[in-house]
């Protein structure tokens, strides 16, 4: 069936690195991804997101690309930080008459200081 | 921190028995989505409550229902759990419109034993 993925379950980084988290797609129908970040013990925190009408979008240290033709999208956070260890999800955002989201298995984002 | 509150943090039940988890929405948000999220997993949708209806289910079994009330908050129930059922569940307050962003609560850690 159609999914949402990511290519690696763990990502190991240097304080001050940037870091770059991949995510993988099926639906050539998909038109809105959302980044979150799940610290231990707590809720998805919305991070950012993209509809498919862009390539890029940035935020606050962060950057998301998205490649339509090969339907990858990457979420980029400049000079990582240790509050930035988490699991981070990327998700799609399905409209079947009600909104609901589909969401990948999860990177976990390791940073040493 | 969102403005989405889930109780209890945690909880025990014994298959068989019944449960029934709660969520108060973020102020102004007149939507709630219910996810269901095994460990290591990435949260899975189970349903979403708009006007106090259902508005939107995923691929749960019946004896996973829902309530929402006039002020917006919003009831998980699930009868004859299963040793499967154990999970954290997510709540998701939003607006109903599409673009509209949905905020997690920390979620609730169920585990039958």
């Known amino acids: 069936g159609e999914s949402v993925g990511l290519h690696l379950p763990t990502l190991s980084v240097q304080e001050g690195d940037n870091s770059i988290i991949n995510c993988a797609y099926s639906?050539?129908?998909?038109?809105?991804f959302i980044w979150y970040k799940q610290e231990s013990g707590k809720g998805p925190q919305f991070i950012i997101d993209?509809?498919?009408?862009?390539d890029k979008r940035q935020g606050q240290r962060v950057t998301v690309l998205l490649n339509k033709t090969v339907k990858h999208l990457s979420l980029q956070i400049a000079a990582t930080q240790p509050g930035d260890s988490a699991v981070y999800f990327c998700?799609?955002?399905?409209?079947?008459?009600?909104?609901?989201?589909?969401f990948g298995t999860g990177t976990r984002l390791l940073v040493s200081p | 921190e969102t403005g989405v509150t889930q109780s209890p943090t945690h909880l025990i039940k014994t298959r068989g028995q019944q449960v029934t988890l709660r969520c108060s929405s973020q102020s102004g948000h007149n939507t709630v989505s219910w996810y269901q999220q095994a460990l290591g997993q990435g949260p899975q949708f189970i349903f979403q409550y708009y006007r106090e209806e259902e508005n939107g289910r995923g691929n749960f079994p019946p004896r996973f229902s829902g309530l929402q009330f006039p002020n917006y908050s919003s009831e998980l129930n699930v009868n004859a759990l299963e040793l499967d059922d154990s999970a954290l569940y997510l709540c998701?307050?939003?607006?109903?419109?599409?673009?509209?962003?949905?905020?997690f609560g920390p979620g609730t850690r169920l585990l039958v034993l």
């Open positions: 998700a799609e955002k399905r409209n079947t008459g009600f909104q609901k989201l589909v």
């Open positions: 993209i509809r498919s009408n862009m």
């Open positions: 639906n050539s129908a998909s038109d809105y």
């Open positions: 998701a307050s939003s607006q109903k419109d599409f673009q509209e962003t949905q905020y």
